[in-house]
C-alpha cells in the first residue's frame, strides 16, 4: 500500500462518477468498481488489486509478462483469403475487419510467439477477445496451426491461452471448419509427445470450447472464467429456469471434473514452468533472477525462407 | 396429411382442391370430376416445380427442417441389415438423439450412427429433437472405436439443430464431448462417409461429419448457426432470418463450391418429404459410390487424407 491507494483513491472513487472517469490515468474495476491507478492495474497484469476480479488482457501484454524479460518472437501465420463469402449483414464484414484491426492495433484475433518461460523453450499462442470478441475465424485456425507446427518442428510444449465468444459467423462453415482443423494441429502435437497446455480465460464459449480449447493435456482456468458450450442466456430460455450460482464459472467446472486447475493470473506463469518442465523431464526451474536470455534467433532474412508458407505445403 | 410449409401455401389449395373433387365423385357417383381434378393436378405439377426449381436459402432450411423427411430411422431400417443398436457411453445415460449401432451395408459390416429427431409427439421428445448431450457424443466415441479395431467402415447420417443447450448437458461436459467426437473422427484407420440428410446444426454436426467423404442432400444445409440465431446476433433482430441464411451459405450447392460438401445427392420434385423411398434409395446410391474407392486405402493413408483435406479447406473462397 502507498499514499495513492490510502489516500488519493477513496477521495478518487468518490469525486468521479462513472462517466467522468479520467481515460488516461485510472480505470474502474468492473467488478467492485474501484479506481485503479494504470500502472497498478498492469503490473498486476490487469487483476484488481482489490477483489481479485481478472479483466481482459491483451496477448501481446500477456505474453510481455510470460516470456522471460518480456522477449519473445512472433511465429508467422499465413493470412487466409479474406471475407470468403463476401459475408453482409448490416455492415460489410471486411469494414468490420478494418475496424477491429484498428481498435485492437493486431491484425486479428490470435497471436502466437516462440521464446523461453524460466528458460524453458515454449510455443504459445493467446486469443484476443479485444479483437471481434476473440472469434474464432480461418485466421484463429491458421495461426494454430502454425503454432503446432512450430511447435513440432522446434520440439518445445505449446500452451494455448482461449478466449473467444465462439465461432465467426461472417465466415460461415469455414469457421466452423476450423473445429476440426485446429483438431487436426493438436493431433500433430500429441503424436510428436508434446505437451498441450490450454489456459481458458474469460471468457471460453461456442466452437473455441468445442475443440481446441477442451484438448489439453492439461485444462487450467483463470478464476471465475466463462467457460460453456452453449451461453447461460441461450440455457435459460431453454430450460425456462434460473441457473446455480457460479453455472459455467472455472470453479464450477473444476467441480464437476472438467478442468484440472483453476490458477490466479499472477501464479500462472509459474506454474506453466513448473509444468512444462516437468513433462518435457527437464531439471527443476532455477528460482531467483535469471542473466538475461540471449536475443532470439533472427533467421537468415532471404525471401524465401522468411515466406510464410501455407500450412497445406509444409 | 401432408404438411405444407408456408411458401407451398397456394399449392396446398391446388391439391386440397383435387382431393376435395374426387372426394366429392366417390360418393356421388353420376359425377364426372376426373378431368377437372386432372387439370388441378398439372396446375399443381407446374406449381411444385417452379416453387423448387430455385428454393431460397430459408426455404432450404425449412424443407431441411420439414417434419416428414426422412429421418436417420427410416435410412437406417431401409438401407441396411441386420442393425444391431449399441446403446450408452458406459458412464452415464444412453442418449436417443444419436442412434448406431452395428449392420450391413450390402452385406459389409459397418457402424452406422446417425442424430435421430423423431417423427411425432412422443418420440420426438424421447430423441429431444434430435438434440444430442454430451452421453450421445461419447456413445459415438465408443461405435467409432469399436469400428476403427475391427475395420467396420463408419456411416454417420447427419440431422440436428445443434447440441443440446442444457444445464445437465454442460455440467457434463457438452464441448469436451463434441471435441473427442471430432477427434476420434479424425483418428480413425476406416473408412468414414457423411450425409446430412437434414440439418447440420453447427458443432453438434461436426462430430459425426468429420469425414472422408461428406455427401449432402439437394436441401439440406450446413452452418456455425442457425438462420435465426444469426439474426438476432448480427441484426439484432430474429426475423431477419431470410437475409442471414441468404449470407450464412449454408446450402449443400455452396458448400459444394466452397470444398465442404463433396457430393449433392439430388432430392425427388418437392423434396425428400414428397418421396421417401425415392430419396433413401439415392443416399444408400451415394454412400455406395462414396465408399467403394475407399475400401483398398490403408489405415494410414485414410488418416493422412483426412487430415489434409481439413487442413486444406478453405483456401479458396466462393469464386474458386
Ligand atoms: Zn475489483
Redesign the interface.
Known amino acids: 500500500m502507498n499514499w495513492i491507494t490510502n489516500y488519493v483513491r477513496p477521495r478518487i472513487n468518490s469525486i468521479f462518477s462513472r462517466r467522468e472517469m479520467p481515460e488516461n490515468l485510472w480505470s474502474k474495476c468492473d467488478s467492485c468498481g474501484t479506481m485503479l491507478f494504470h500502472r497498478e492495474l498492469s503490473d498486476a497484469l490487469n487483476v484488481c488489486t482489490n477483489c481479485g476480479h481478472h479483466m481482459g488482457i491483451s496477448p501481446r501484454d500477456r505474453f510481455t509478462a510470460l516470456f522471460d524479460n518480456g522477449v519473445f518472437t512472433e511465429v508467422p501465420v499465413p493470412k ?2 479474406e ?8 455492415k460489410r464484414y471486411p469494414d468490420r475487419l478494418r475496424a477491429a484491426q484498428k481498435q485492437a492495433a493486431e491484425d486479428e484475433a490470435m497471436l502466437v510467439a516462440e521464446g523461453e518461460i524460466g528458460r524453458t523453450p515454449i510455443v504459445a499462442a493467446a486469443q484476443d477477445f479485444g479483437f471481434m470478441g476473440g472469434s474464432m475465424g ?1 485466421y484463429v ?1 491458421n495461426a494454430i ?1 502454425a503454432g503446432c507446427e512450430r511447435a513440432v518442428a522446434t520440439k518445445r510444449p505449446f500452451i494455448l491461452f482461449s478466449a473467444a465468444g465462439g ?1 465467426r ?9 476450423q ?3 485446429t ?2 494441429a ?2 500433430m502435437l500429441r503424436e510428436a509427445n508434446l505437451p498441450y497446455i490450454v489456459v481458458l480465460t474469460h471468457p471460453t464459449t ?2 473455441v ?7 489439453g493435456d492439461v485444462q487450467i482456468a483463470e478464476p471465475n472464467a466463462l ?4 451461453g447461460p442466456r ?2 435459460e430460455q ?2 425456462r ?1 434460473t ?1 446455480p450460482e457460479g ?2 464459472r472455472a470453479e464450477y467446472l473444476l467441480d ?3 478442468l484440472d486447475r483453476v490458477t490466479p493470473r499472477g501464479q500462472l506463469r509459474d506454474e506453466l514452468i513448473s509444468i512444462t518442465r516437468m513433462l518435457m523431464g527437464l531439471a527443476p526451474p532455477v528460482a531467483g533472477d535469471l542473466p538475461k536470455p540471449a536475443p532470439p534467433a533472427v533467421e537468415a532474412p532471404t525471401p524465401e525462407t522468411e515466406t510464410p508458407k ?3 505445403e509444409t | 396429411m401432408m404438411n405444407y410449409l408456408d411458401f407451398e401455401k397456394p399449392l396446398a389449395e391446388i391439391e386440397g382442391k383435387a382431393e376435395e373433387l374426387r372426394a366429392l365423385a366417390r360418393r356421388n357417383e353420376e359425377m364426372d370430376v376426373e378431368a377437372e381434378a386432372a387439370a388441378l393436378d398439372q396446375k399443381a405439377a407446374e406449381m411444385l416445380r417452379e416453387l423448387y426449381r430455385n428454393l431460397t436459402p430459408w426455404r432450404k432450411c425449412q424443407v431441411a427442417r420439414h417434419p416428414d423427411r426422412p429421418h436417420c430411422r427410416d435410412y437406417i431400417e431401409a438401407l441396411f441389415t441386420e442393425y444391431t443398436p449399441l446403446a450408452g457411453d458406459r458412464n452415464f445415460a444412453d442418449d436417443h438423439a444419436v442412434m448406431g449401432g452395428l449392420a450391413r451395408f450390402h452385406d459389409q459390416p459397418v457402424m452406422v450412427i446417425g442424430h435421430e429427431k423423431g417423427h411425432d409427439t412422443k418420440t420426438r421428445i424421447e430423441r429431444n429433437f434430435g438434440m444430442a448431450r454430451p452421453e450421445g457424443y461419447r456413445k459415438a466415441v465408443r461405435l467409432m472405436e469399436i469400428a476403427d479395431r475391427f475395420g467396420l467402415p463408419v456411416i454417420t447420417l447427419v440431422d440436428t439443430p445443434g ?5 445437465g ?8 464431448a ?3 467426437s ?2 476420434k ?3 480413425i484407420g476406416v473408412p468414414l462417409i457423411s450425409v446430412i440428410i437434414g440439418e447440420g446444426g ?2 453438434g454436426a ?2 459425426f461429419a ?1 469425414a472422408d467423404r461428406l455427401a449432402m442432400l439437394e436441401h439440406s444445409i ?4 442457425s438462420p435465426e440465431g ?1 439474426a438476432s ?3 439484432k433482430d430474429a426475423e431477419k432470418m431470410r ?2 441464411a441468404e ?4 446450402t449443400a450447392q455452396d ?1 459444394m463450391k ?1 470444398g ?1 460438401c463433396d457430393l449433392v445427392v439430388a432430392e425427388p420434385l418437392g423434396g425428400a418429404q414428397r418421396d421417401r423411398e425415392a430419396a433413401i434409395h439415392d443416399v444408400g446410391k451415394a454412400i455406395a459410390s462414396m465408399l467403394a474407392p475407399l475400401k483398398e486405402a490403408s489405415r494410414a493413408d485414410l488418416i493422412a487424407a483426412r ?2 483435406k ?9 469464386a474458386a
Open positions: 487466409p483469403i471475407d470468403p463469402l463476401k459475408f453482409r449483414d448490416q480461418m485456425g496451426i465461432a459467423m461472417q465466415e460461415g462453415i469455414l469457421s466452423l471448419m473445429m476440426p482443423r483438431t487436426v493438436v493431433q461456442g466452437g470450447t468445442a475443440s481446441y480449447a477442451m484438448l467457460i460453456c458450450f452453449a441461450v440455457i431453454t430450460i429456469e441457473l453455472f459455467q464437476h471434473g472438467m501455407a500450412p497445406s | 447440441a443440446y443447450p442444457g444445464k448437458a454442460e455440467e457434463r461436459g457438452q464441448s469436451e463434441i471435441a473427442r471430432t477427434e473422427c479424425l483418428q453447427s458443432g461436426v462430430a468429420t450446413y452452418s456455425v448457426i444469426c446476433i448480427l441484426w437475409e442471414a449470407a450464412l451459405r449454408l458448400l466452397l465442404v487430415r489434409r481439413y487442413l486444406d479447406l478453405g483456401s479458396k473462397g466462393l
